[in-house]
Protein backbone atom coordinates (compact mmCIF):
# COMPACT_ATOMS: atom_id res chain seq x y z
CA UNK A 1 0.00 0.00 0.00
CA UNK A 2 1.05 3.82 0.36
CA UNK A 3 1.24 5.67 3.33
CA UNK A 4 2.92 9.46 3.39
CA UNK A 5 3.67 11.57 6.09
CA UNK A 6 4.24 15.57 6.64
CA UNK A 7 3.86 16.83 9.96
CA UNK A 8 -0.03 18.96 10.43
CA UNK A 9 0.94 22.23 11.23
CA UNK A 10 4.65 24.47 10.92
CA UNK A 11 4.66 28.12 12.03
CA UNK A 12 7.94 30.11 11.57
CA UNK A 13 8.77 33.67 11.23
CA UNK A 14 9.02 36.21 8.07
CA UNK A 15 12.59 35.95 6.69
CA UNK A 16 13.97 32.67 8.57
CA UNK A 17 14.12 29.40 6.78
CA UNK A 18 12.07 26.32 7.36
CA UNK A 19 12.06 22.42 6.71
CA UNK A 20 9.44 20.52 5.91
CA UNK A 21 9.51 16.77 6.26
CA UNK A 22 7.92 13.85 4.04
CA UNK A 23 8.10 10.23 4.54
CA UNK A 24 6.66 7.82 2.04
CA UNK A 25 5.74 3.79 1.40
CA UNK A 26 4.87 3.15 -1.44
CA UNK A 27 5.23 0.63 -4.32
CA UNK A 28 7.17 1.35 -7.22
CA UNK A 29 8.18 5.15 -6.93
CA UNK A 30 8.37 7.05 -10.21
CA UNK A 31 8.95 10.57 -8.40
CA UNK A 32 8.45 12.71 -5.84
CA UNK A 33 6.45 15.86 -6.17
CA UNK A 34 5.62 19.29 -3.96
CA UNK A 35 2.99 21.51 -4.48
CA UNK A 36 1.51 24.93 -2.82
CA UNK A 37 -2.00 25.23 -2.16
CA UNK A 38 -3.06 28.98 0.00
CA UNK A 39 -6.37 28.51 1.53
CA UNK A 40 -9.62 28.74 -1.43
CA UNK A 41 -7.18 28.16 -3.69
CA UNK A 42 -5.63 25.29 -6.36
CA UNK A 43 -2.78 23.64 -5.77
CA UNK A 44 0.53 24.77 -7.67
CA UNK A 45 3.66 22.76 -8.47
CA UNK A 46 7.04 23.57 -6.58
CA UNK A 47 9.22 21.03 -7.42
CA UNK A 48 9.92 17.38 -8.82
CA UNK A 49 12.64 14.79 -7.46
CA UNK A 50 13.05 11.06 -8.92
CA UNK A 51 16.64 11.01 -8.26
CA UNK A 52 18.85 11.24 -4.77
CA UNK A 53 19.83 15.08 -4.09
CA UNK A 54 18.97 18.46 -3.79
CA UNK A 55 17.27 20.71 -6.51
CA UNK A 56 16.91 24.41 -6.00
CA UNK A 57 14.69 27.02 -7.45
CA UNK A 58 15.11 29.82 -5.82
CA UNK A 59 13.98 30.40 -2.23
CA UNK A 60 12.71 26.89 -2.70
CA UNK A 61 14.42 23.51 -2.25
CA UNK A 62 13.59 19.88 -2.50
CA UNK A 63 15.76 16.97 -1.19
CA UNK A 64 14.92 13.41 -2.16
CA UNK A 65 16.35 9.99 -0.64
CA UNK A 66 15.01 7.42 -2.23
CA UNK A 67 16.50 4.52 0.21
CA UNK A 68 15.38 6.39 2.92
CA UNK A 69 11.68 7.51 1.57
CA UNK A 70 11.99 10.80 2.51
CA UNK A 71 12.29 14.26 1.29
CA UNK A 72 11.56 17.92 2.33
CA UNK A 73 10.88 21.16 1.19
CA UNK A 74 13.44 24.27 2.23
CA UNK A 75 12.05 27.46 2.35
CA UNK A 76 14.31 30.38 3.10
CA UNK A 77 13.59 34.10 3.48
CA UNK A 78 10.54 33.43 4.26
CA UNK A 79 7.75 35.66 3.25
CA UNK A 80 3.98 36.46 5.03
CA UNK A 81 2.34 35.22 1.38
CA UNK A 82 4.30 32.02 1.83
CA UNK A 83 1.63 31.09 4.70
CA UNK A 84 -0.22 28.10 2.60
CA UNK A 85 -0.33 24.63 2.85
CA UNK A 86 2.40 22.09 1.27
CA UNK A 87 1.76 19.15 -0.14
CA UNK A 88 3.96 16.14 -0.71
CA UNK A 89 3.04 13.89 -3.39
CA UNK A 90 4.16 10.21 -4.73
CA UNK A 91 3.96 9.11 -8.50
CA UNK A 92 3.51 5.58 -8.91
CA UNK A 93 4.78 3.11 -11.35
CA UNK A 94 2.64 0.78 -12.78
CA UNK A 95 -0.61 0.14 -13.56
CA UNK A 96 -2.55 2.47 -12.07
CA UNK A 97 -1.75 4.86 -14.80
CA UNK A 98 1.40 6.40 -12.93
CA UNK A 99 -1.32 8.52 -10.69
CA UNK A 100 0.04 10.88 -7.54
CA UNK A 101 -0.41 10.03 -4.15
CA UNK A 102 -0.48 13.38 -1.82
CA UNK A 103 0.10 13.64 1.81
CA UNK A 104 -2.29 15.77 4.12
CA UNK A 105 -1.01 18.65 3.61
CA UNK A 106 1.60 20.53 6.16
CA UNK A 107 -0.30 24.02 7.37
CA UNK A 108 2.31 26.92 7.13
CA UNK A 109 2.22 29.87 9.06
CA UNK A 110 4.61 32.66 8.64
CA UNK A 111 4.81 35.25 11.63
CA UNK A 112 6.01 38.93 11.26
CA UNK B 1 -5.91 33.01 -20.16
CA UNK B 2 -4.99 29.84 -20.60
CA UNK B 3 -5.64 27.84 -17.70
CA UNK B 4 -8.00 25.00 -16.16
CA UNK B 5 -11.41 26.58 -15.53
CA UNK B 6 -14.51 24.32 -13.64
CA UNK B 7 -18.05 25.72 -13.31
CA UNK B 8 -19.80 25.91 -11.36
CA UNK B 9 -17.30 27.46 -8.51
CA UNK B 10 -20.01 26.95 -5.75
CA UNK B 11 -22.55 24.24 -5.79
CA UNK B 12 -25.10 23.77 -3.09
CA UNK B 13 -27.66 20.79 -3.51
CA UNK B 14 -30.09 18.35 -1.40
CA UNK B 15 -29.36 14.73 -0.89
CA UNK B 16 -30.75 12.70 -3.74
CA UNK B 17 -30.11 15.68 -6.31
CA UNK B 18 -27.77 15.10 -9.64
CA UNK B 19 -25.22 17.41 -10.55
CA UNK B 20 -22.46 18.30 -13.04
CA UNK B 21 -19.02 19.80 -12.39
CA UNK B 22 -17.64 20.70 -16.13
CA UNK B 23 -14.35 21.07 -16.45
CA UNK B 24 -11.97 22.84 -19.83
CA UNK B 25 -8.24 23.34 -20.13
CA UNK B 26 -6.64 25.54 -23.53
CA UNK B 27 -3.33 24.61 -22.53
CA UNK B 28 -3.10 21.53 -25.02
CA UNK B 29 -2.87 19.12 -22.79
CA UNK B 30 -3.34 15.16 -23.55
CA UNK B 31 -4.54 13.92 -19.59
CA UNK B 32 -7.05 15.44 -17.84
CA UNK B 33 -7.91 14.51 -13.97
CA UNK B 34 -10.63 14.42 -11.84
CA UNK B 35 -9.45 14.86 -7.35
CA UNK B 36 -11.48 15.15 -4.31
CA UNK B 37 -10.30 17.04 -1.37
CA UNK B 38 -12.41 16.19 1.51
CA UNK B 39 -12.35 18.79 4.74
CA UNK B 40 -9.29 17.78 6.43
CA UNK B 41 -6.93 18.82 2.80
CA UNK B 42 -6.23 15.30 1.35
CA UNK B 43 -6.27 15.37 -2.04
CA UNK B 44 -7.37 12.13 -3.68
CA UNK B 45 -7.41 10.96 -6.88
CA UNK B 46 -11.00 9.63 -8.58
CA UNK B 47 -10.37 9.63 -12.16
CA UNK B 48 -7.79 10.50 -15.40
CA UNK B 49 -8.10 10.72 -18.94
CA UNK B 50 -5.56 10.55 -21.15
CA UNK B 51 -6.50 11.45 -25.18
CA UNK B 52 -10.37 10.90 -23.90
CA UNK B 53 -9.02 7.23 -22.78
CA UNK B 54 -9.71 6.34 -19.16
CA UNK B 55 -6.25 4.96 -17.38
CA UNK B 56 -7.27 6.01 -13.58
CA UNK B 57 -10.42 4.86 -11.93
CA UNK B 58 -10.29 4.74 -8.21
CA UNK B 59 -12.22 2.96 -6.01
CA UNK B 60 -15.14 5.11 -6.16
CA UNK B 61 -18.97 5.08 -5.96
CA UNK B 62 -20.56 4.26 -9.31
CA UNK B 63 -22.54 6.86 -8.77
CA UNK B 64 -19.85 9.09 -10.11
CA UNK B 65 -19.43 9.29 -13.98
CA UNK B 66 -16.44 11.01 -15.60
CA UNK B 67 -17.43 11.81 -19.23
CA UNK B 68 -14.34 13.21 -21.90
CA UNK B 69 -16.13 14.56 -24.97
CA UNK B 70 -12.70 15.98 -26.10
CA UNK B 71 -9.16 16.18 -24.78
CA UNK B 72 -9.89 19.21 -24.16
CA UNK B 73 -12.88 18.68 -21.76
CA UNK B 74 -13.60 16.10 -18.81
CA UNK B 75 -16.94 16.92 -16.73
CA UNK B 76 -17.74 14.79 -14.04
CA UNK B 77 -21.56 13.71 -13.45
CA UNK B 78 -22.54 12.63 -9.83
CA UNK B 79 -26.18 10.74 -9.48
CA UNK B 80 -28.24 10.60 -6.18
CA UNK B 81 -25.53 13.12 -3.98
CA UNK B 82 -25.05 11.69 -0.67
CA UNK B 83 -23.92 14.16 2.77
CA UNK B 84 -20.15 12.59 2.33
CA UNK B 85 -20.29 13.97 -1.39
CA UNK B 86 -19.35 17.47 -0.10
CA UNK B 87 -16.06 18.42 -0.46
CA UNK B 88 -14.14 20.46 -2.95
CA UNK B 89 -13.47 18.97 -6.48
CA UNK B 90 -10.76 19.99 -8.19
CA UNK B 91 -10.01 19.11 -11.88
CA UNK B 92 -6.20 19.31 -13.36
CA UNK B 93 -4.48 18.32 -16.54
CA UNK B 94 -0.63 17.44 -17.65
CA UNK B 95 0.96 17.75 -20.86
CA UNK B 96 1.06 14.14 -21.56
CA UNK B 97 0.58 10.45 -20.27
CA UNK B 98 2.43 10.36 -17.19
CA UNK B 99 3.27 6.74 -17.46
CA UNK B 100 5.12 7.62 -19.83
CA UNK B 101 6.22 10.97 -18.60
CA UNK B 102 6.07 10.92 -14.87
CA UNK B 103 7.91 14.49 -14.56
CA UNK B 104 4.90 15.94 -16.01
CA UNK B 105 3.63 18.42 -13.56
CA UNK B 106 -0.25 18.79 -13.05
CA UNK B 107 -2.04 22.22 -13.63
CA UNK B 108 -5.19 22.33 -11.18
CA UNK B 109 -8.28 24.27 -11.82
CA UNK B 110 -9.47 26.86 -9.45
CA UNK B 111 -12.29 23.81 -7.66
CA UNK B 112 -15.81 23.80 -7.45
CA UNK B 113 -16.72 23.37 -3.34
CA UNK B 114 -19.92 21.15 -3.43
CA UNK B 115 -22.04 21.42 -0.31
CA UNK B 116 -24.64 18.57 0.26
CA UNK B 117 -27.48 19.34 2.49
Known amino acids: GQNIDQPTEMTATEGAIVQINCTYQ??????LFWYQQHAGEAPTFLSY????GLEEKGRFSSFLSRSKGYSYLLLKELQMKDSASYLCAVREWGNQGGKLIFGQGTELSVKP | DTAVSQTPKYLVTQMGNDKSIKCEQN?????MYWYKQDSKKFLKIMFS???????INETVPNRFSPKSPDKAHLNLHINSLELGDSAVYFC????????????????FGPGTRLTVL
Open chain 1, 26 to 31: TSGFNG
Open chain 2, 49 to 55: YNNKELI
Open chain 2, 92 to 107: ASSHSDPRENPHNEQF
Open chain 1, 49 to 52: NVLD
Open chain 2, 27 to 31: LGHDT
